[in-house]
C-alpha cells in the first residue's frame, strides 16, 4: 500500500484493495495509477510467485511460490467489471514451466471473431449488454435509414416511411438501450472488489518424452470468482467466490440492485467505470422521451412548441450523456487522461460510443431547425452516429468473450 500521502488515483482504499487474500500475487506499489488524481485507482499490475510442481491441478493461491518476474496480472477496473483476466508475459522470459499463448496476435484474434459466432453465454451479464446494445443499434441503423434515405433519393420515399418506420424504430432503439444501461449499470453495482485471478496450473507430460511433467498455466472457470462462470443466474456468485466467503477471504457482499450510502460515498462515487455507467443511464432514460414521443399518434399530433420540447430536446440531453459516458470509459482504461490507449479494447469502445454520442446529440441540435439543410443534417448525424455505436457494440461483444487476455511485453 501507498503512503497515506498519496493520491487517491495511486493506492487502493484498504477496504477495495483486489487479490489481497491472494498469496501468490503481490501488488506493485509504483504500478498502481488513475488518470485522474481524485479518483479511485483504475489500473494495478501484480507480480506472481512460480508455484512448486504439483501432482494435480491447483490454484495459484494454494502453491508453494518461488519469485520470477516474467509474468504479471495487469488489474484494471473494467476488466475486473467485465470478468477478465489479463496477464502480461516477458519477451525474453525463460520460465521452467509453461505460459499460455499471446491473444493479440492475428490467430487469436480470428478465433475471437469466430468465437462471437459459436459462444452464447446468456447468463453472462457482460455478454448480454454487448448483445443487447448491438441490436440496438443495428435497429438506430434502420431507423436512420427511414428518416435519412429519402433525404438522399426522394424519389424513394413510401408512404409513411418516416413517421412509421422511423418512429416504430426509434422506439425499439430507445427501449432496448435503455434495457442494455440497467444491465450495464448493474454490473458496475455488482463488480467483483475481492479481484479475482482466474488463472490455474496443471501437470503436462509431454509425448515421446521421458522427462517429468511440467506446469502449466491454464485458464480456469473454477478458479475464477466473478459472475459470468455462474450459469444460475446473471449477477449471482461463481462457485469458487461462494467458497471464498465460507473462508472468509473473499468479498462477502450479495448481489444488490443499488450501494449502499457508505459504498457509494466512499468507493462508487470515486469510480470511473460507475460514473461511466451512471451517465449512459441517465443519457439512456431521457433518451428514452424522444423515442416515446416519436411514436406514430404522439408525434403526429404535437405542436411545433412541443416537438421541441418533448422530442428534440431530450435528444439532445440524452445524447450529451452518451458523449459524457463514451468519454470516461476512454478515461477508465488511460494511464493518463492526455495519453490515449489505443492498444485496449475498452478503449476503443469508448471511443466509439463517444462518436455515437456526438452523433446522436448534433441530430437534434439540426433538426431544431425547419431549414431544408438542417433537417438533411439531422437525419445523416443519425445514420453516422448509428453506425458508431454498431461498431462499439460489436467490439463489446468481442471483449466480452476474450475473458483471458495475454500479452507479451519487452521487459523494461
Avoid at 494435480?56 to 493461491?61: G, I, N, R, V, Y
Avoid at 452464447?120 to 440496438?136: C, E, H, M, R
Avoid at 462515487?269 to 431521457?286: E, I, K
Wanted: a neutral charge.
Amino acid at each position: 500500500m501507498g503512503t497515506s500521502s498519496a493520491s487517491r488515483n495511486a493506492r487502493f482504499h484498504p477496504d477495495h484493495e483486489p487479490l489481497k487474500a491472494n498469496t501468490a500475487l503481490h501488488l506493485d506499489d509504483d504500478r498502481v495509477i488513475g488518470p485522474l488524481h481524485f479518483l479511485n485507482p483504475t489500473r494495478a499490475r501484480f507480480h506472481h510467485t512460480n508455484p512448486s510442481e504439483k501432482p494435480e491441478s491447483a490454484d495459484l493461491a494454494d502453491a508453494q511460490p518461488s519469485s520470477t518476474s516474467g509474468i504479471a496480472y495487469k488489474w484494471s477496473s473494467r476488466n475486473n467489471r467485465k470478468g477478465r483476466h489479463a496477464i502480461a508475459i516477458s519477451h525474453d522470459w525463460s520460465p521452467t514451466w509453461r505460459a499460455p499463448a499471446a491473444t493479440n496476435d492475428a490467430k487469436e484474434i480470428a478465433k475471437g471473431v469466430l468465437r462471437m459466432c459459436t459462444t452464447f453465454p446468456v447468463w453472462d451479464v457482460s455478454y448480454l449488454v454487448a448483445i443487447i446494445f448491438t441490436l440496438g443499434s443495428v435497429v438506430w441503423v434502420l431507423n436512420a435509414f427511414f428518416v435519412f434515405y429519402p433525404d438522399l433519393k426522394p424519389e424513394s420515399e413510401f408512404g409513411g416511411e418516416i413517421l412509421y418506420g422511423g418512429g416504430i424504430t426509434a422506439f425499439i432503439g430507445a427501449t432496448i438501450f435503455e434495457i442494455g444501461s440497467v444491465l450495464l449499470m448493474l454490473e458496475a453495482i455488482n463488480e467483483n472488489r475481492a479481484g479475482c485471478f482466474g488463472w490455474a496450473l496443471e501437470q503436462v507430460y509431454e509425448e515421446h518424452s521421458g522427462r517429468a511433467a511440467v506446469p502449466r498455466l491454464v485458464a480456469s472457470e473454477k478458479a475464477c470468482t466473478h459472475h459470468h462462470v455462474n450459469r444460475r443466474n446473471l449477477l449471482g456468485k461463481a462457485v469458487a467466490a461462494e467458497k471464498q466467503e465460507v473462508e472468509a477471504k473473499g468479498d462477502v457482499r450479495g448481489w444488490t440492485w443499488w450501494p449502499s450510502t457508505q459504498d457509494l460515498r466512499t468507493h462508487y462515487l470515486h469510480d470511473l467505470g460507475f460514473l461511466a455507467c451512471s451517465s449512459q443511464m441517465a443519457g439512456a432514460t431521457v433518451f428514452w422521451i424522444s423515442g416515446f414521443t416519436a411514436l406514430p399518434g404522439i408525434y403526429n399530433k404535437l405542436s411545433p412548441g412541443a416537438v421541441t420540447g418533448v422530442y428534440w430536446t431530450p435528444q439532445v440531453v440524452g445524447g450529451l450523456g452518451f458523449v459524457i459516458s463514451g468519454s470516461l470509459f476512454m478515461l477508465e482504461t488511460q494511464k493518463h487522461w492526455w495519453q490515449p490507449a489505443p492498444k485496449v479494447l475498452g478503449w476503443h469502445i469508448g471511443l466509439w460510443n463517444l462518436i455515437g454520442g456526438w452523433g446522436f446529440m448534433l441530430s437534434p441540435c439540426f433538426g431544431y431547425s425547419s431549414a431544408e439543410w438542417a433537417q438533411f443534417q439531422a437525419g445523416c448525424s443519425t445514420f453516422w452516429g448509428s453506425w458508431a455505436f454498431l461498431i462499439g457494440s460489436m467490439i463489446q461483444w468481442y471483449e466480452s468473450l476474450d475473458k483471458y487476455p495475454v500479452e507479451t511485453v519487452k521487459t523494461s
